[in-house]
């Protein structure tokens, strides 16, 4: 049974780790998320808590996160800047998403013993880069071209769209046992959630922009978002994320659909204030932080030997297939070597895995409920690959030269 008491003290502590690990990032470069989640293993190891009593909360915890965090990573994209290097971004994204998700597959298996369509099912679920938030704690590390920067966070962005869509595609075909249908049932979850995203937004723009100054317009704007994600998971399971992002986006550019749509004129642009970007920011850093925080937990006390070993297994083939695909992402593209080793090794996973697993076991496939446990290996192995990876390849001395950035890459929301 959860102890309040102790959740409180343990919420409280994790706001406190979360920020300190950001300032030794800061002096480091060592990404917050590992000092997250060894607090967490912490807190199970001197026995504060047992994670089995948290594992009923993961995906409710998992869901609120990735609304939060793809709402936050809408609202930081740079369209002008997304737009020059889209073709590109989404090649790449594609071909790591379509790769990882036919190399665990493969592994689900022969190795696991899983039904092919579960297989890919797991597969596409385990496929997308982390979230947005959480892979610029590596941006952050790397020492190289902006361009680089921006391949690695952009496609964290996509890569949960194409996840999404692959695995709302192999649920129909799992429930239906017909491949050819599933085509419109897709198609039907990226249009609501777009649809709802984009159209929700230029009218929150407005009312925004007509009760600009006064009290609580952040609250009003987080509760329209879950509304919002309620209703689109409601039409179409998986469509409340794609809304989560397209919101965000328009959110996000004010400024810039103001002046296309006509919404205002120009010396009167529909913006989004500065305030409520920093309060999205912060609150989104507290959730990702007790998220990993709470993994760290459930990894102590959950992880059985053949969980860890299908894991490493799965985290392994993650960073095999992610080499040519990126390579063939990048043909004709020439990048420092250490730009392309960056590109290689910054493949950490997060919640997205989590919540759509979570979409699969509401589906039907109850199955899939018991494969949570190598799902917290992969996503442990993950980031601490990335992170030891990244700090070897980004090591001190002969700091390449990099671009001018034109994209800022810190926690808080931009100025």
Known sequence: MLNPVTIIGIIGATAIVGYIA????????????????????????LGLVNGNIFLPVVPLVASIAIVMLSLDSGLRTKVAEFRKHIPRTFLLAILCVVFSTLGIAAVGVFVIGLDPVIALIF?????AVSSATTVRSFVENIRGKTETKMYIEYESMLSDLISIILVMFFIGVYVTHAAGIQIFGVLLSVGVGAGLGFGAGLIWLLVLNRIKGRPFDYVATLGLVFILYFAAETISSGAGI????FFGLVLGQGKAFSRVLKLARVEEELTVSNNMKKFQSEISFFIRAFFFVMLGILAFT????????????????????????????????????????????????????????????IAGISSMAGLYGVVFVVIFATVIFSTVAMAFFNRGGGRQREEK???????SAPQ
């Open 123 to 127: 597969g596409a679920a385990l496929s």
């Open 302 to 361: 959950m992880i059985s030997q053949q969980y860890l070993i299908y894991g490493l297994v799965i985290t392994a083939v993650i960073i095999v297939v992610r080499i040519p695909a990126i390579r063939l992402a990048l043909l004709r593209r020439e990048l420092p070597k250490k730009d392309m080793f960056n590109l290689y090794t910054t493949l950490p996973r997060d919640l997205s895995a989590i919540v759509l697993i979570q979409i699969a076991v």
């Open 22 to 45: 950001n300032l030794i990032f800061s002096k480091t470069r060592i990404p917050d998320v590992i000092w997250l989640l060894v607090f967490g293993l912490a807190v199970a190891g």
């Open 242 to 245: 794609i809304m989560a992002i």
């Open 405 to 411: 950035p034109t994209v800022e890459y810190k926690y």
